[in-house]
């Protein structure tokens, strides 16, 4: 174990698989280890690609594909490295890890939904629309990134009997084949002791004849991030294929397990920060969540998304509704956590002025709003 508390640990606790199997330091770097397709474990979590990074973290030092975190913690908000040494700071720094400890799988691109801040890369419902666009990843609509399960099992298996945390994504998790099979793995290996957490649509609860709440009740913390960002129309339209009467539904059917904890994670974009705080009110008075039950999560790429862009007039139509939220969230007595996290979307939206990129929203939203069928004047 390192003598110091490194820049960030995922290098020491994280396992992320990503697109074409690309194992990498986290969601959000492209920093490279290697691939869970041909390389063996071994190779990948001691190899000289992870071992550099190690050493360069250790040192105190960034690297400089770590933008997506230092341009966030520059504008005021939580990154995924700070969150990382939140979670697993003390167990890193009192225990011997050799091990991954957190995964974050993304076993394919199978998505029933075609949001418009995603793309193909991260969900096969994008590949009608992105073949139209020019703009597909490969000539078929499902892009599996890990092609053999149990040779990633056979590879993977025993650091992921032993792990704390399983994060799943997508794509959509909860509509991924390998999702199931590897719970029902975990299940039969009786390694139920970790914590599931997912970002999902939760769109269903039952796929290829999996009923994902018989494989919950093994487990002793699940963690659902349901990706909205908006109620109602809205929100369908931003998540093509949302519907907002099954996505209520689905949070009824599991109000009574005590073991797992519903959040909304919206996507803060140019298309939901200013609905933040009604969608926040919505599901707190629906009891779809506690009133600590929000997540947010920053858009950085594409750009032409980024709340950056806003011109100045919508972006003071933004302060204005976050300043009603603020007077409403004192009288309600809200968690401060909650109101945190709304200062730092508006801290975030006005820490720079990239409104030149307004034109290319403008320019994309037509795009899909003609190929739709949709348009954006309606909201």
């Given amino acids: 174990m390192p003598n110091q508390t490194p820049f960030c640990l995922m290098p020491w606790v994280h396992y992320h698989v990503g697109n074409a199997g690309k194992v990498k330091a986290c969601c959000v770097a492209n920093i490279p280890y290697g ?94 629309e992105a073949k139209k666009l020019k703009r597909n990843l490969g000539d078929e609509a499902l892009l599996q990134n890990i092609t053999d399960f149990d040779r990633f099992i056979t590879e993977t298996g025993d650091a992921l009997l032993q792990a704390k945390e399983i994060y799943f994504a997508g794509g959509e998790p909860l509509v991924s084949k390998e999702h199931y099979l590897l719970l029902d793995w975990l299940v039969k290996n009786n390694a139920t002791q970790m914590k599931l957490r997912y970002n999902t649509n939760f769109s269903v609860l039952n796929f290829g004849g999996n009923d994902v709440l018989n494989f919950w009740k093994h487990f002793p913390e699940v963690e659902i ?100 939220f603020y007077h409403w969230a004192e009288k309600k007595q809200i968690p401060q956590s909650v109101i945190d996290q709304f200062k730092e979307c508006e801290v975030y939206m006005l820490s720079e002025n990239l409104s030149k990129h307004w034109a290319q929203f403008e320019k994309e939203t037509q795009l899909l709003d003609d190929l739709r069928g949709e348009s954006c004047c309606d909201f």
């Fill in 225 to 324: 991030l349901a990706s909205i960002d908006a109620y109602g129309k809205l929100g369908e339209y931003i998540r093509k294929g949302m519907d907002w009467e099954v996505f209520q539904a689905n949070r009824e059917a599991i109000r009574s397990l005590q073991h797992i904890r519903f959040v909304i994670a919206p996507t803060i974009s140019v298309l939901s920060v200013k609905n933040l705080p009604e969608l926040y009110r919505t599901c707190l008075m629906e009891q779809m969540i506690e009133a600590d039950g929000l997540y947010i999560n920053m858009l950085d790429r594409p750009l032409y998304y980024n709340t950056k862009i806003l011109p100045a007039q919508m972006k003071e139509e933004v302060v204005a509704e976050y300043q009603k």
């Fill in 35 to 128: 691939d869970c397709n041909t390389d063996s474990f071994e190779e990948i979590w001691n190899g000289d690609a992870i071992t550099q990074i190690r050493e360069k973290f250790q040192k105190g030092e960034s690297d400089n594909r770590c933008g997506v975190c230092m341009r966030l913690e520059a504008a005021g908000g939580k990154s995924i490295r700070q969150e990382t040494h939140e979670k697993f700071g003390t167990y890193f720094e009192t225990n011997k890890v050799n091990l991954p400890i957190y995964f974050d799988i993304r076993f394919s691109n199978a998505c029933n939904f075609a949001c418009r801040t995603c793309w193909h890369g991260a969900s096969s419902g994008w590949f009608p």
